[in-house]
């Protein structure tokens, strides 16, 4: 069974720095892409960066480039993103996912996902 679980959101305020960090389980992710999503409230779900699990390629949405680096950890199976300069337009539940083939940034091509974590950014 895939397991993605997520962790390391919370309460920052602006300016700040958070690491979020994926714990994926229960099969090989090898050739997967594993994205960060993010969703506030009234919101649709949005891209947020993206790397691949076999390679060093990553993907930033324009939002949190240059803030934010996706990495990943093949011994401990993780992937993290850690985020800085952060701003209260960051403020959303952050999504852990693994999908294979399209787009990196398009959600519907992400086959298993966590449950998400809070991030909340005061002003």
């Known amino acids: 069974q895939v397991q993605l679980v997520e962790s390391g959101g919370g309460l920052v305020q602006a300016g700040g720095s958070l690491r979020l960090s994926c714990a994926a389980s229960?099969?090989?992710?090898?050739?997967?892409?594993m994205g960060w999503f993010r969703q506030a409230p009234g919101k649709d779900r949005e891209f947020v960066a993206a790397i691949r699990w076999s390679s060093d390629l990553r993907f930033y949405a324009d939002s949190v480039k240059g803030r934010s680096t996706i990495s990943r950890d093949n011994a401990k199976n993780t992937v993290d993103l850690q985020m800085n300069s952060l701003k209260p337009e960051d403020t959303a539940v952050y999504y852990c996912a693994a999908g294979l083939g399209g787009w990196y940034g398009d959600a519907a091509r992400y086959a298993y996902w966590g449950q998400g974590t809070q991030v909340t950014v005061s002003s």
């Open positions: 229960g099969r090989s992710f090898s050739g997967y892409y």
